[in-house]
């Protein structure tokens, strides 16, 4: 089975604008979860999105959106984007989402500048 | 508050030899246990997980124990390799999907 695939891979944006990622779960997956990995904060939860609905949300401001279409396939993006905001976005998915392992795509490192 | 603590930021262990990753959680809701390998500007990649029912599981070179009264989980990987080298997270996952990480630990294996 073909992995998580994330694209971009690279992206390089500044203040003020907004960027949209794109995830792509293992065939078969309905649990999509986004995460962001910075060197001060480490791997923080920013949702999980499961059969299209947002089911888990964690604790970063509404600049922070999702969503997940039928095929699975999920996007996050963030809006008036901040320096704050350069980090590596990891997307994983899972079968169900809970209680079972989540597999993680190779990432998108955002850098804003 | 940080609900899943690694305290060891480095290890470094001879080829061969027995490498002990620790990890610490306060969270009793937590029921179900990931460990993680990540290198640099790459995903983490998943290595071995444990559901609160049990204490131990194995898979291949890689043991992960869990202790529930001392709210403590070990990763152990025996013998050691050096293409073991890289950071290790371990997470922690309650009734949702969501995962806590700890902060990692960076594991060198020298030939």
């Known amino acids: 089975k073909a992995g998580v695939t994330q694209t971009p891979r690279y992206l390089i944006k500044t203040r003020g604008q907004q960027v949209t990622l794109s995830c792509s779960p293992i065939?078969?997956?309905?649990?999509v979860s986004w995460y962001q990995q910075t060197p001060g904060q480490g791997l923080q939860f920013l949702f999980e999105?499961?059969?299209?609905?947002?089911?888990n949300k964690g604790n970063f401001p509404g600049r922070f959106s999702g969503r997940q279409f039928s095929n699975s396939r999920s996007e996050m993006n963030v809006s008036t984007l901040e320096l704050g905001d350069s980090a590596l976005y990891l997307c994983?998915?899972?079968?169900?989402?809970?209680?079972?392992?989540?597999?993680f795509g190779p990432g998108t490192r955002l850098t804003v500048t | 508050d940080q609900q899943v603590k690694q305290n060891s930021p480095s290890l470094s262990v001879q080829e061969g030899r027995i490498s002990i990753l620790n990890c610490d959680y306060t969270?009793?809701?937590?029921?179900?246990f990931l460990w993680y390998k990540k290198y640099p500007a790459e995903g983490p990649t998943f290595l071995i997980s444990?559901?609160?029912?049990?204490d131990k599981n194995e898979d291949g070179r890689f043991t992960v124990f869990l202790n529930k009264s001392a709210k403590h989980l070990s990763l152990h990987i025996v013998p050691s390799q050096p293409g073991d080298s890289a950071v290790y997270f371990c997470?922690?996952?309650?009734?949702?999907?969501?995962?806590?990480f700890g902060e990692g630990t960076q594991l060198t294996v020298n030939p």
């Open positions: 994983a998915s899972s079968l169900m989402g809970r209680g079972g392992e989540q597999y």
């Open positions: 065939s078969g997956h309905r649990s």
């Open positions: 999105y499961f059969s299209e609905t947002q089911r």
């Open positions: 969270n009793s809701m937590f029921d179900y």
């Open positions: 444990i559901s609160s029912i049990k």
């Open positions: 997470a922690a996952s309650g009734l949702g999907s969501r995962l806590t």
